[in-house]
């Protein structure tokens, strides 16, 4: 009887999740999780509220501003890279002790990334943790004081992330200084000729100036709307837009910086596209996957790449699809023995220049270009900047866009690079890197 | 009436008895302001770090002067004693804040 009971009892509980399972809506093709769709509120005073609720047990929440190193005042470029360090110094309300603590004791993290374009500040926590450390991130969001004691004692980490700061990201930076020249221009880590010469006021006032509720959002994964829309109202912000800078123009030319390394590290970038033209933009992120963004596979040879074919293993290079909300650049980063670099760099320019794809390649970085975009969505942190940059910037989920890319599409923004002005970034050995007129 | 002439006659005994006491303590007359005796603490110390390089320097000026003339065994001339009136406590904002950071310290420990 008892081996019966207990069989009726199996079977029945299949039934219950066989039952179950097709009472449950049919799952689209990538939802690996059950999450709720994103909610969007746009507050009175501006703010806009975004949020998912992934019904998982962590909680990350931030208040991103659309403000970066573009807002810089010119002469006090920098600044973007001291709000990053005093992320977590003194308040209006809070110590940087009584910070650093309660974030500790709750067993969260309190980040502040920032961008060309946006600030984040950013916490995670359990669910069950996060009510408390929301304060926090209000007060080291939107009450900064920037006591200058405290700025002068954390100078050391300003040097610290300059002397870290590796060629392969010197030369994105530099690219960036001789292709817009003004604004985006703005490097995201302190000149060094600027390093402790901020003084409180500044800061102060490029705070007052470009964190404000009507580019301010507020995004959530991982935490009920209706709690986030109340977090939201209670922030303190000063109403108004900030100061928009001049628009960008990619101008071209060049910069070179020689050092004692004995690899050279060359950046080279056309126009590409900006935030406002979806089309055009996942057109060349699917011409970036075309031509090789890095290695899929580990310790692989890069054979699915244009430009890894071009090259054949003289150095490392790598395509680059930079989008900005009223700019863009494309191109190709590439990293070589000083002997080869000359060869490399030619070679993947007149790659970049030549560039086309067919269907196969096509449907190849479809496949590519999904992926990247899902792991983005699979990582809360990222997700968490991805939500705030979409809030910000207007800028659209893309997933959806890349089937309806077709490859004329894709062909006809390769076709502009053809012509197009090149910008040129070099740093480390250039005894045998080409300059712009050679290219 | 009487209620509220008290306030009034109390704050100024106060400031009569401020006045004698400043006088009568003396630093006055090597031209030093209140915060420039404090007892260096700790907590002072760190305040006085603290301060703006404007106002160290004065600070600085006024305690070397000080040093002088007590090397000398003399006063400064009359009119240059620092006034009860004019004593500026530069000091106590940043030392307030110090002994609130330090209190707040002591009571996390206490705590966890």
């Known amino acids: 009887m008892a081996s019966k009971f207990l069989s009726t009892q199996t079977v029945k509980a299949t039934r219950g999740f066989a039952a179950q399972a097709a009472a449950k809506p049919a799952a689209t093709e990538f939802s690996p999780v059950p999450r709720e769709p994103v909610k969007t509120t746009t507050l009175s005073n501006g703010i806009v509220v975004t949020s998912i609720e992934t019904n998982a047990p ?38 940087q002790f009584s910070l650093t603590r309660v974030i500790n004791q709750a067993g969260a993290a309190l980040t502040c990334t920032s961008g060309r374009e946006h600030v984040l ?26 006591k200058p004691w405290e700025l002068s004692d954390n100078l050391y980490k300003i040097k610290l992330d300059l002397a870290a700061v590796q060629p392969e990201t010197q030369v994105i930076e530099l690219l960036h200084k001789v292709a817009f020249r003004t604004g985006l221009a703005n490097s995201l880590f302190c000149p060094s000729h600027l390093v402790g010469k901020h003084t409180t ?162 449907s190849r970085a479809k496949a590519q270009l999904k992926a990247d975009l899902l792991m983005v969505k699979e990582n809360t942190g990222v997700l968490v900047e991805e939500l705030a940059l979409q809030a910000l910037l207007n800028r659209a989920d893309l997933l959806s866009t890349v089937d309806n890319v077709s490859i004329t599409d894709v062909n006809a923004v390769a076709s502009r690079l053809a012509s197009a002005k090149l910008t040129v970034a070099a740093i480390g050995n250039l005894s045998n890197v080409p300059f712009v007129d050679e290219l | ?76 001339p009359r009119e240059q004693w620092t006034k009860y009136e004019e004593d500026v406590k530069y000091l106590q904002p940043y030392l307030q804040e110090v002994i609130k950071e330090r209190q707040e310290k002591e009571s996390w420990e206490k705590l966890f």
């Open chain 1, 121 to 146: 500040y950013s916490v995670d926590a359990s669910r069950k943790q996060i009510d408390g450390v929301l304060p926090k991130l209000a007060d080291a969001a939107t009450q900064q004081v920037f």
């Open chain 1, 201 to 362: 006021e500044v800061l102060q006032s490029f705070v007052a100036a470009n964190l404000r509720s009507d580019n301010a959002a507020v995004v959530g994964v991982g935490i009920p709307h209706d709690r986030l829309v109340a977090y939201a109202q209670s922030l303190a912000l000063k109403a108004g837009q900030s100061c928009s800078g001049a628009p960008s123009k990619v101008h071209g030319g060049e910069v070179r910086v020689d050092t004692s390394s004995s690899l050279a590290y060359v950046a080279v970038a056309a126009p590409g596209a900006s935030l406002a033209d979806t089309k055009a933009m996942v057109a060349f992120a699917l011409l970036q996957r075309a031509l090789g963004a890095g290695i899929p596979v580990k310790y692989g040879s890069g054979a699915g790449s244009k430009l890894n074919q071009a090259v054949l293993g003289a150095g490392a290079v790598s395509s680059l699809n930079l989008n900005y909300s009223d700019a863009g650049l494309f191109g190709f980063v590439a990293a070589a023995p000083a002997s080869d670099a000359g060869k490399v760099v030619s070679a993947a320019t007149k790659v970049l220049r030549s560039a086309s794809v067919n269907e196969s390649q096509l």
């Open chain 1, 58 to 95: 962590l909680s990350r929440v931030g208040i991103a501003f659309k403000a970066g190193s573009r807002n810089e005042p010119s002469g006090k470029e920098g600044i973007i890279h001291l709000l990053r360090m005093s992320s977590s110094l003194s308040t209006k309300q809070s110590t």
């Open chain 2, 1 to 76: 009436m009487a209620v509220t002439k008290a306030p009034g006659f109390i704050n100024q005994l106060r400031a009569t008895l401020g006045r004698f006491a400043y006088n009568a303590s003396g630093f006055n007359k090597y031209g030093l302001m209140h915060d420039d005796v404090l007892f260096e603490t700790p907590d002072v110390e760190e305040a006085i770090r603290r301060l703006p390089q404007k106002v160290v320097d004065d600070r600085n000026y006024r305690i070397m002067r000080a040093l002088q003339y007590s090397g000398l065994k003399k006063y400064l």
